[in-house]
């Protein structure tokens, strides 16, 4: 080999060196680039696994009395689960038919809110909705469209398109109905791979070991611990505990006046099949006692094998509600309420119409926090769901929360905030007198009358409070004016919200914006009659605003926010005040001396060992009946109380249906007061 030819050797020899470097290092940058770099990705390419999260409802928070005793609490109960995830292969209709006749045989029901009956040996349907329902026409109509039908369509076509949809034409008719309805309940649940169906709730330890026993051929249907609201006190408070309740297709879907579709629940954390507080305190305080929902992790492979479950986040359970209610001094309240009322129609019922129904609020004077407030006739929670139709068809509507929402004509017990407008304007003074002769003759063609009990002649304002003097407030509210005697009201706690955490009813005064309004009016309403309605939640304001001396309170229910692990305050209510009506002299010295004097009058409280004061009222009714000859209305029996007088501690508003005399209502005052000092002696 001559030296060229040995030269060109040596260049390709080099050149076949370098191709191979460079081909070697490209290899060696890739393996790094692999190993180092991408290797989790790449790792879980190989792998190709999925993760899906499925949420853990925490444990709602409890519903404590002002002692710590549960009112509302949680409770574990076991759901039967459908994963789609962990379902595979299995036929989903073949497997609905093995778990619906599992559960008939052990007496359970399953989630089915397809309003349609079961077929008729024609096959043919018809719906279940009521027609007088607005709830269930709602969801009728909501049913029709979410299935794409017109409002028009029968039953028959809602099941027709069910049939169609999910292909259940080789059925028999009913397990067409009953897998219809578990479709259409899956179709409202969302189920999918990443969104479970809860099929049953609440199912019993027997159902529980089956489907265990059973869960080999029973892939993807799981028992799931969750926990439901249960009523360790059903009786207290139910009217303002409220109620909790799955989240309605309303809620969950809302669609504006201009089409625009939200979710606002989902947007706070919410899922379709979550509980929430739907009245009372449950939904108001939602926030706080729903707690944090957990996440369970279940990662699946290529093949479809699951390969690991991991409790990703641990669930919180929601705060414990505090309230200022003592459950015992309710109950005690709640069973005087319902004995004098009793002894009331026993005694004074007269043509058909006897004391039937009432209510009663019990406040602290000092901060305005309600230590009771019941309901008579009322209603067990834990009986709610089962007897709803009972509780509805009651004609004394046990469901109706009259120490809320009740409004009624307030009577003489509206006379002293006349007083005290009066007294605090200079319109009179304690020694200001009305000569009472049983008939108001300012006006030419009205001449409203006073019964004169126990009173005639001149008479000043603690003796027109005491005898409950109709000549002597007609006078003075005519002089004062309803602007004036109004404003007074309504800053003593009449006619306006009174700060309660849940739904209150407003109530009204009378004004002379009112569309009847004439001066006869004026002085009808200056007595506690016109168009003057309030509730007795407000009456128990009053009253403690006047034990005050003019400062108003918020009234309330709940008293604190409690960590449900630890016990520790998280929140606390402070007293606030709403209005203060300045006492430039001896205005409300004078109005109690009159309401101390109300007592006296009362037999059950003039012998009482604590001073009371109270004001009785007996306001008409616009039913009527006749004595002999004599047309007469019926009347309730109106009553707010204090005491004691020297330094008030509770106030009390009472109403009772059909009662009569205001005065009726004083062996109630009395056995309220007994309530209470027993339950002072025994914390």
């Given at each position: 080999?001559?030296?060229?030819e040995?030269?060109?050797?040596?260049?390709?020899?080099?050149?076949l060196?370098?191709?191979?470097?460079?081909?070697?290092?490209?290899?060696?940058?890739?393996?790094?680039?692999?190993?180092?770099?991408?290797?989790?990705?790449?790792?879980?390419?190989?792998?190709?696994?999925?993760?899906?999260?499925?949420?853990?409802?925490a444990?709602?928070?409890?519903?404590?009395?002002?002692?710590?005793?549960?009112?509302?609490?949680?409770?574990?109960?076991?759901?039967?689960?459908?994963?789609?995830?962990?379902?595979?292969d299995?036929?989903?209709?073949?497997?609905?038919?093995?778990?619906?006749?599992?559960?008939?045989?052990?007496?359970?029901?399953?989630?089915?809110?397809?309003?349609?009956?079961?077929?008729?040996?024609?096959?043919?349907?018809?719906?279940?909705?009521?027609?007088?329902?607005?709830?269930?026409?709602?969801?009728?109509?909501?049913?029709?469209?979410?299935?794409?039908?017109?409002?028009?369509?029968?039953?028959?076509?809602?099941?027709?398109?069910?049939?169609?949809?999910?292909?259940?034409?080789?059925?028999?008719?009913?397990?067409?109905?009953?897998?219809?309805?578990?479709?259409y309940?899956?179709?409202?649940?969302?189920?999918?791979?990443?969104?479970?169906?809860?099929?049953?709730?609440?199912?019993?330890?027997v159902?529980?070991?089956?489907?265990?026993e059973?869960?080999?051929?029973?892939?993807?249907?799981?028992?799931?611990?969750?926990?439901?609201?249960?009523?360790?006190?059903?009786?207290?408070?139910?009217?303002?505990?409220?109620?909790?309740?799955?989240?309605?297709?309303?809620?969950?879907?809302?669609?504006?006046?201009?089409?625009?579709?939200?979710?606002?629940?989902?947007?706070?954390?919410?899922?379709?099949?979550?509980?929430?507080?739907?009245?009372?305190?449950?939904?108001?305080?939602?926030?706080?006692?729903?707690?944090?929902?957990?996440?369970?992790?279940?990662?699946?492979?290529?093949d479809?094998?699951?390969?690991?479950?991991?409790?990703?986040?641990?669930?919180?359970?929601?705060?414990?509600?505090?309230?200022?209610?003592?459950?015992?001094?309710?109950?005690?309240?709640?069973?005087?309420l319902?004995?004098n009322?009793?002894?009331?129609?026993?005694?004074?019922?007269?043509?058909?119409?006897?004391?039937?129904?009432?209510?009663?609020?019990?406040?602290?004077?000092?901060?305005g926090?309600?230590?009771?407030?019941?309901?008579?006739?009322?209603?067990?929670?834990?009986?709610?769901?089962?007897?709803?139709?009972?509780?509805?068809?009651?004609?004394?509507?046990?469901?109706f929360?009259?120490?809320?929402?009740?409004?009624?004509?307030?009577?003489?017990?509206?006379?002293?905030?006349?007083?005290?407008?009066?007294?605090?304007?200079?319109?009179?003074?304690?020694?200001?007198?009305?000569?009472?002769?049983?008939v108001?003759?300012?006006?030419?063609?009205?001449?409203p009358?006073?019964?004169?009990?126990g009173?005639?002649?001149?008479?000043?304002?603690?003796?027109?409070?005491?005898?409950?003097?109709?000549?002597?407030?007609?006078?003075?509210?005519?002089?004062?004016?309803?602007?004036?005697?109004?404003?007074?009201?309504?800053?003593?706690?009449?006619?306006?919200?009174?700060?309660?955490?849940?739904?209150?009813?407003?109530?009204?005064?009378?004004?002379?914006?009112?569309?009847?309004?004439?001066?006869?009016?004026?002085?009808?309403?200056?007595?506690?009659?016109?168009n003057?309605?309030?509730?007795?939640?407000?009456l128990?304001?009053?009253?403690?605003?006047?034990?005050?001396?003019?400062?108003?309170?918020?009234?309330?229910?709940?008293?604190?926010?409690?960590?449900?692990?630890?016990?520790?305050v998280?929140?606390?209510?402070?007293?606030?005040?709403?209005?203060?009506?300045?006492?430039?002299?001896?205005?409300?010295?004078?109005?109690?001396?009159?309401?101390?004097?109300?007592?006296?009058?009362?037999?059950?409280?003039?012998?009482?060992?604590?001073?009371?004061?109270?004001?009785?009222?007996?306001?008409?009714?616009s039913?009527?009946?006749?004595?002999?000859s004599?047309?007469?209305?019926?009347?309730?029996?109106?009553?707010?109380?204090?005491?004691?007088?020297?330094?008030?501690?509770?106030?009390?508003?009472?109403?009772?249906?059909?009662?009569?005399?205001?005065?009726?209502?004083?062996?109630?005052?009395?056995?309220?007061?007994?309530?209470y000092?027993?339950?002072?002696?025994?914390?």
């Amino acid at each position: 080999m001559n030296q060229d030819e040995h030269k060109i050797v040596v260049r390709r020899m080099a050149g076949l060196i370098a191709a191979a470097s460079v081909l070697i290092a490209v290899y060696v940058l890739r393996l790094i680039f692999l190993q180092l770099v991408n290797s989790d990705s790449f790792k879980a390419q190989a792998t190709n696994t999925t993760d899906y999260n499925f949420t853990v409802t925490a444990a709602r928070g409890d519903i404590v009395d002002s002692a710590g005793r549960r009112i509302a609490a949680s409770t574990t109960s076991y759901n039967v689960v459908l994963s789609k995830l962990l379902m595979g292969d299995e036929d989903l209709d073949t497997m609905l038919q093995r778990i619906v006749e599992l559960l008939e045989a052990h007496g359970e029901k399953w989630n089915d809110s397809l309003l349609i009956g079961e077929p008729d040996a024609a096959g043919h349907y018809s719906f279940t909705a009521q027609a007088d329902s607005t709830s269930d026409q709602k969801a009728l109509a909501a049913m029709k469209d979410s299935l794409g039908l017109q409002q028009y369509a029968t039953a028959d076509d809602v099941m027709e398109k069910l049939v169609e949809d999910y292909k259940l034409e080789s059925y028999p008719f009913h397990w067409q109905r009953v897998l219809g309805g578990i479709h259409y309940e899956m179709q409202q649940q969302a189920f999918s791979n990443v969104n479970n169906f809860v099929m049953a709730e609440n199912v019993s330890d027997v159902t529980v070991a089956t489907i265990k026993e059973n869960s080999l051929s029973l892939p993807g249907v799981e028992i799931v611990e969750t926990s439901t609201r249960s009523y360790e006190q059903s009786t207290v408070l139910p009217h303002v505990l409220g109620r909790v309740g799955k989240i309605t297709a309303e809620k969950w879907k809302v669609t504006d006046e201009n089409g625009q579709t939200t979710y606002p629940l989902r947007d706070k954390g919410y899922n379709m099949n979550d509980v929430i507080g739907i009245s009372g305190l449950e939904s108001a305080y939602e926030d706080e006692l729903r707690g944090k929902d957990g996440v369970e992790t279940i990662t699946r492979n290529s093949d479809g094998v699951i390969v690991s479950t991991a409790m990703t986040t641990v669930p919180e359970p929601g705060h414990t509600v505090q309230l200022t209610v003592n459950s015992d001094f309710q109950k005690a309240v709640e069973q005087a309420l319902g004995k004098n009322i009793d002894m009331i129609s026993r005694a004074y019922g007269t043509d058909g119409a006897r004391a039937n129904a009432g209510a009663v609020v019990v406040l602290d004077v000092k901060d305005g926090s309600v230590l009771a407030s019941a309901n008579y006739p009322s209603f067990d929670q834990n009986l709610y769901a089962t007897q709803y139709s009972e509780y509805s068809a009651d004609p004394g509507m046990p469901l109706f929360n009259r120490a809320l929402q009740g409004l009624y004509t307030p009577g003489s017990t509206y006379k002293p905030s006349v007083a005290v407008a009066a007294l605090d304007t200079g319109v009179i003074n304690r020694y200001s007198t009305v000569y009472c002769n049983g008939v108001y003759n300012y006006f030419q063609d009205y001449h409203p009358k006073c019964t004169r009990h126990g009173h005639s002649g001149n008479i000043d304002v603690i003796t027109a409070i005491k005898w409950s003097c109709n000549i002597f407030f007609y006078d003075v509210g005519r002089r004062v004016t309803s602007d004036v005697y109004d404003a007074y009201a309504y800053k003593l706690g009449l006619g306006q919200r009174t700060g309660v955490e849940v739904s209150e009813a407003l109530g009204r005064l009378t004004t002379k914006n009112d569309s009847n309004y004439t001066a006869s009016l004026e002085v009808q309403a200056a007595i506690g009659q016109g168009n003057t309605v309030i509730t007795p939640v407000q009456l128990a304001t009053y009253a403690g605003t006047i034990a005050n001396r003019g400062t108003r309170y918020r009234t309330h229910f709940v008293k604190s926010i409690l960590d449900t692990n630890t016990g520790k305050v998280l929140q606390e209510t402070q007293p606030e005040i709403m209005d203060v009506i300045e006492d430039r002299g001896d205005t409300f010295d004078l109005v109690q001396q009159g309401m101390v004097g109300v007592a006296q009058t009362i037999p059950a409280l003039a012998s009482y060992p604590y001073t009371i004061a109270c004001k009785t009222g007996s306001p008409q009714r616009s039913e009527s009946y006749y004595a002999g000859s004599t047309r007469k209305h019926y009347t309730n029996t109106m009553m707010v109380a204090y005491g004691p007088a020297e330094d008030a501690e509770i106030a009390l508003g009472i109403v009772i249906e059909y009662g009569g005399g205001g005065a009726r209502a004083g062996n109630l005052v009395a056995d309220i007061f007994d309530a209470y000092y027993a339950m002072k002696d025994g914390s």
